[in-house]
């Protein structure tokens, strides 16, 4: 197991991040919306070491943890919208942590994952933890990074389906300046400490943040993020749509704190995810500042 960091006493709240490598023990089938059947493996995970923390995951409305699914290289299936892990493939799984008490999610994690567990069980198969690195920060020193930035241009890979609901369930299909940094800024403003709470507005964004989006990598979807029983008892399907895909963003007549607030935004972005059913596969970015 890679080295796991030490800072999961301190007082400070902090985001976190994880990236879990997993090993198939045999061959077998998952959906390919896989990100609901490894969130729900997770909470067992987490609610098997600490109820009251699996509880609150499972509650939170932003998304305190986040979950990239299983990412990596799939064979075919002769089931309808499934797809195949494969022995001898490692797959990834990229976690974030925004969560009130990180520590013990953080712990929680850790306990489950690698000291206990060491193994992420679906329905059809298992996986094998085969290394676990972690990483932190804060607020404040996502703010740092972003302030320390003279002209920055933002690259943002949106890797896995991104779901932006803004009006009711009307889904946002497009990584639009508007829409990626005022999900983020709730996100944001959600998890931070009172003092570090952002001011700014949809329109400010809008006003000052140009989106440059690379058409070739631009893809929509639609994913399950959920199973509910109707009244008649039947199992129900919840599906959302997203994009994913490559989306630069420059700024136009931006303001010293409008830059610094939104490229901020944008880092913080790999501890949260975009959108929402960030715990359930969704939403999972990666960012790169050019200064």
């Not at 094998?128 to 933002?154: K, Y």
């Not at 400010?204 to 509910?228: C, F, G, M, W």
């Not at 029983?229 to 931006?254: H, I, M, P, V």
Request: some cysteine; charged content about 20%.
């Amino acid at each position: 197991m890679a080295a796991i960091d030490n800072q999961a006493g301190e007082a400070t709240s902090r985001v976190r991040q994880a990236t879990v490598s997993l090993t198939p023990e045999s061959r077998f089938p998952v959906p390919r919306s896989n990100g609901y059947p490894v969130y729900s493996a997770l909470l067992a995970i987490l609610s098997d070491v600490d109820t009251e923390v699996g509880a609150s995951v499972h509650d939170s409305s932003l998304g305190s943890l986040h979950s990239s699914g299983l990412l990596g290289t799939f064979g075919g299936s002769d089931r309808p919208h499934h797809e195949t892990v494969l022995p001898g493939e490692t797959y990834e799984l990229s976690l974030g942590i925004v969560h009130p008490d990180d520590s013990a999610l953080f712990q929680a994690l850790v306990n489950g994952l690698v000291l206990e567990g060491e193994h992420v069980t679906l329905t059809e198969g298992r996986l094998r933890v085969e290394s676990f690195e972690s990483g932190n920060t804060t607020h404040r020193e996502l703010l740092d990074r972003a302030g320390a930035c003279d002209d920055p241009e933002i690259s943002m890979c949106f890797e896995t389906a991104t779901c932006i609901e803004e009006a009711g369930e009307v889904t946002t299909m497009f990584p639009h300046r508007g829409a990626v940094f005022t999900s983020l800024l709730a996100k944001w403003n959600w998890s931070a400490p009172d003092d570090l709470e952002l001011d700014l507005t949809r329109e400010a964004i809008e006003a000052n943040v140009i989106e440059k989006p690379d058409d070739r990598s631009y893809q929509t979807h639609s994913v399950l993020v959920n199973r509910v029983k109707t009244e008649d008892g039947e199992n129900r399907n919840l599906f959302r749509q997203g994009f994913s895909g490559e989306c630069a963003y420059a700024f136009k007549s931006a303001s010293e704190s409008v830059e610094n607030a939104v490229t901020a935004l944008a880092l913080f972005a790999e501890y949260s995810g975009v959108g929402s059913a960030v715990a359930r596969g969704c939403g999972c970015t990666t960012t790169t500042i050019t200064d």
